[in-house]
């Protein structure tokens, strides 16, 4: 079984900065992709970046320049440090990861999810 623990999620500032962080354990033979997708009520989950195992990057457009998604492989981690936050980025924000749980099956898992509100 695998699971995403998060972390660092709370209130800031319009302008402000923030670092939210999951860990992945259990039984893990390969990840192949981490990110982070947030959600409002009624709406869709959004993809808000991803890095793979290559640490190779994408982001949402709104959110290019002011995020940076980093990855430590070793110790199965991945990190979103947001900064000019803006209230729009409001939203509980979920880690995701794409992880091979044996050593030909993968599953894309999630994280309970963590809240971030911007407002002053």
């Known amino acids: 079984q695998v699971q995403l623990a998060e972390s660092g999620g709370g209130l800031v500032e319009p302008g402000g900065s923030l670092t939210i962080s999951c860990e992945a354990s259990?039984?893990?033979?390969?990840?192949?992709?981490m990110g982070w997708y947030r959600q409002v009520p009624g709406n869709q989950r959004e993809l808000v970046a991803e890095?793979?195992?290559?640490?190779?990057?994408k982001y949402l457009d709104s959110v290019k320049g002011r995020f940076t998604i980093s990855r430590d492989n070793a110790k199965n981690t991945v990190h979103l440090q947001m900064n000019s936050l803006k209230p729009e980025d409001t939203a509980v924000y979920y880690c995701s990861a794409h992880i091979y749980y044996t050593t030909v099956e993968w599953n894309q898992f999630w994280g309970q999810g963590t809240q971030v509100t911007v407002s002053s």
């Open positions: 259990g039984t893990i033979f390969r990840i192949i992709a």
């Open positions: 890095i793979n195992s290559g640490h190779g990057t």
